[in-house]
């Protein structure tokens, strides 16, 4: 009776990891392979463009069928990281570049360097791939990339007379500051800064005034030094809130999207936000509302800044890579790269899709975007391990407190050195 009852359990057993791999992502019945590509596309134009180049490669690969699987920006992270850790990776993920170092290092990412086509390597320029690359290895494709830029009300500018910067004459930092200044008064401020993530906008600013913060040392080891050129920006902030009251202080904890009513209404001449943000401008102003993009202030090393572009990498789990790399490549055509640019209101990486009419009409500022494209470098802490934890646990509260003027310079450069190292060592045993 026990002999027959494992008999039973055994092929109850065996029909079960039958049915499991008919239904997932090897392969069906009929010999197909399923790849799929879990995407963090969100605005609907982005969603669109995505869903639709998938349907057109399901239509013309019908032996390797491209599931589409909706993820989402706010929890990525930690849901990647479960999902490596269970075996369920989705084969294709998109990501962006500053959240791949951790991964990477652990080996839960292929390593795409022989995986990829020369034509889209050659395409993609060389400071694009830094961002993704990690000791010797690759593990992800750059595609869409975001620089920061102001976006300013128009007829206020006109009306007060200040310069109008262009990417040709930029505004310097300090002459950026006096223009708040003097676009404040009458309930109204010069410029509106949301703050809610603080770090990754201080740190990529500050590459134009000559800032690193993290210093890798021969042994390979990173450290933070706050020295002069990381303290322009986080300075001129500060000063804007806390001295010349041309920043508005109730702005500093909020994300982009929560100061556009207020600069709809006027309470706001700039706001520095993300390229993308055009989109929600464009869908949301009240009829007759003028908006103009301005490249954000340059200092010592000009307009540079740096920036995470968004990423499509392969599960190392992945049974199909060669198919996965084909997918990937397909939706990186120079056109399809565009599409999805154009979806996402952001740049492309690629250099035939950079070369795009589309991309360099002045309307809703995409040439002000093209122009700075040149200028964009790998983000400070692309390659540094623990970031995540730095940011969340140090350095996102203590440039908080500096901004809102709880701290001054001194305890922030205590903050971001003393306590940042510490929980850096422990990424670096």
Known sequence: MRARTRIITLLASLALLLAGCSGGGDGADDGRITLRFQSLAWQEESVAATRELVREWNTTHPDVRVEYVQGSWDSVHDQLLTSFEGGEAPDIIHDASDD?????????????????????????????????????????????????????????????????????????????????????????????????????????????????????????????????????????????????????????????????????????????????????????????FDWQVLPAPAGAEGLTQGVSPQTLSIAEDSPHKMQAAAFVDFLLQPDNMVRLALGDWMLPTGTEALKDPALHTAEHGWATGIALAGQLRTAPAQSVRGYPEWKDKVATPALQEYYSGAIDLEELRSRLEKDGNLVLARYQR
């Not at 300013?152 to 930029?170: F, K």
């Not at 913060?213 to 000063?239: M, N």
């Open 100 to 288: 791949l170092a951790d991964f990477a290092h652990g080996g839960y990412l292929a390593d795409l360097t022989d995986l990829l086509p020369g034509r889209l390597r050659s395409d993609i320029p060389q400071r694009s791939w830094e961002t993704v690359t990690f000791g010797d290895g690759v593990y992800g494709v750059p595609f869409l990339q975001e620089p920061r830029v102001l976006i300013a009300n128009a007829d206020l500018l006109r009306t007060s007379g200040v310069r109008i910067p262009t990417p040709e004459h930029p505004w310097s930092w300090p002459e950026f500051r006096q223009v708040t200044k003097r676009l404040s008064g009458d309930g109204r401020y010069g410029v509106a800064w949301p703050l809610k993530e603080p770090v990754s906008a201080t740190l990529n600013l500050s590459l134009s005034t000559g800032g690193k913060l993290f210093h890798r040392g021969a042994d390979g080891k990173v450290t933070v030094r706050f020295e002069a050129g990381d303290q322009v920006v986080p300075r001129t902030i500060h000063g804007q809130v806390n001295t010349d009251h041309s920043a508005s202080s109730t702005t500093l904890g909020s994300g982009g999207s929560d100061t556009l009513p207020g600069f709809f209404a006027g309470k706001y001449a700039m706001v520095p936000l993300g390229f993308s943000y055009r989109q929600q401008i464009q869908q949301q102003a009240p009829e007759g």
